[in-house]
């Protein structure tokens, strides 16, 4: 009997159901209480990422604070909780920038990363205070760290053309690349004018299937963050790519469960966000040697800034790029405005350098 095509999105989500259980049974009660009170309100992803941030908490408590040395996590009440102090969350925050997991893998948070992880248990810690299990929450009084933006590191036009030209030729390749390039070329080349030509996230081009495909329009239907469905239409130079792959596509046998997959790997299954990202930097370090880290987010940047570029119009670049507050769009595209700005106070001459010519007499 065979086994059913798995829908990317829902074996996703099972995993994410699965994978948090299995850390909250070695966590206190109080955070499956935690979980359960959010339950209505979050997608399984975001509160998996929740379970992983209070496993790395409840790990420092344990490892780094003599008070609770003698403690499990599991072993840990409301009373004990309620023992931590501001000073312990200011020493979290600092454990944050280099600590060992689990399995004693060495692990780095930036800015970012330190913000998610205190923005969690400072949730975890307000659920607590309001639902009155502990008597204070010193959770509160800890400030996020001050997030400094990163210029948008996107490919310049000339660098679309090269990465584009090294997906398709296999040029510069290294020798082993190259034996491995017929086979992958058409797929590579698709995923890539995928990328350049519509801003999907590499979460949503990984989890396209064939029959999202709309031809008649030029059209893809993807699953964005939340479960939100919305159509993306993209160019006939797309659209070429896309049919010059599907026309190999079809003639490979996909891995039982992954018949629907629009993108396969080499070993015929659903193809993954890692290899994506490693196809996607095996051709930056030939396009673009000074940009050899780039990464599939960069190439959905590169779609947002030509886009703002051709049309001015932030709206739509949020709308297209998917983004729920367009204040995130205005941050990573204002850099591109104020040289708009700066653009047209150099377009106004007041006064020529040299002086006017009089008229002969």
Known sequence: MSKKPVDYYEQR????????REILKRLPPACQEFIDDIQMNTSPLTRLAYVYDMEVFFQFLTREIALFADLSPTDFTYADINKVTGRHIRQYANYLSLYYNQDDKEMRNREAGQTRKLSSIRSFFKYLFVNEKIDKNTAELIELPKRHEKPILRLEVDEVARILDAAETGEKLSARQQLWHDKTRLRDLAILTLFLGTGIRVSELVGLDVDKLDFSTNSLLVTRKGGKQMTLYYSDEVAGAIKDYLAERKEVQAAEGDEKAL??????NRIGVRAVENLVKKYARVAAPLKPKLSPHKLRSTYGTA????TGDIYLVADVLG?????????????????????????????????EEKPDD
């Open 263 to 268: 993108f396969l790997s080499m070993q015929r």
């Open 13 to 20: 989500e099972r995993d994410c159901v699965l994978r948090a």
């Open 323 to 355: 983004h729920s507050d367009v204040n995130t769009t205005k941050r990573h595209y204002a850099a591109m405005s104020d040289e708009r700005r700066r653009m047209a106070a150099r377009a106004v001459v007041l006064r020529s350098d040299t002086p």
């Open 307 to 310: 886009l703002y570029q051709e």
